[in-house]
């Protein structure tokens, strides 16, 4: 039978009274540097086929992505590999069955957030 009351039904959780955990915003944002780094991906793959082409076709790709604007996608991406790999890790911990409480799993997401940012400055100081 059709259920009369399905339009009365509440939502849960709405989003009016529902509050971002940080877990939460740590997972939706391995999904979100996952996808941008597909993008940064077929730039680089755009460059190696750039290079193969032809002398001035590489003189165009190599002009952008070493433009202030392509140093700053790039930065972001190597952002994004340390963020992802990090929260890859993070997983892996999870999928031992360890520090799963809610203490241990927000430290977890503090160490990939402020870690990713560290590694970076790193990364990019050594290329530099």
């Not at 740590?26 to 730039?43: D, F, K, P, V």
């Given at each position: 039978?059709?259920?009369?009351?399905?339009?009365?039904?509440?939502?849960?959780?709405?989003?009016?009274?529902?509050?971002?955990?940080?877990?939460?915003?740590?997972?939706i944002?391995?999904?979100?540097?996952?996808?941008?780094?597909l993008?940064?991906?077929?730039?680089?793959v755009?460059?190696?086929?750039a290079a193969?082409t032809?002398?001035?076709y590489f003189?165009?790709?190599?002009?952008i992505l070493?433009?202030?604007?392509?140093?700053i996608?790039?930065?972001?991406?190597v952002?994004g590999?340390?963020?992802?790999?990090?929260?890859?890790?993070?997983h892996?911990?999870?999928?031992?069955?360890k520090m799963?409480?809610l203490?241990?799993?927000?430290r977890?997401?503090w160490?990939?957030?402020i870690g990713?940012v560290?590694?970076?400055v790193i990364?990019?100081l050594?290329?530099?």
């Amino acid at each position: 039978m059709a259920d009369v009351n399905r339009g009365n039904r509440p939502l849960s959780p709405h989003l009016t009274i529902y509050r971002p955990q940080l877990n939460s915003i740590t997972s939706i944002l391995t999904r979100i540097t996952g996808n941008a780094l597909l993008i940064s991906a077929l730039l680089v793959v755009w460059w190696f086929l750039a290079a193969a082409t032809s002398a001035e076709y590489f003189d165009f790709a190599n002009d952008i992505l070493t433009s202030w604007f392509g140093n700053i996608v790039m930065t972001l991406s190597v952002l994004g590999v340390w963020y992802h790999a990090l929260a890859g890790v993070r997983h892996l911990i999870w999928d031992n069955a360890k520090m799963l409480d809610l203490k241990s799993a927000d430290r977890l997401s503090w160490v990939v957030l402020i870690g990713s940012v560290v590694l970076t400055v790193i990364t990019v100081l050594a290329i530099c």
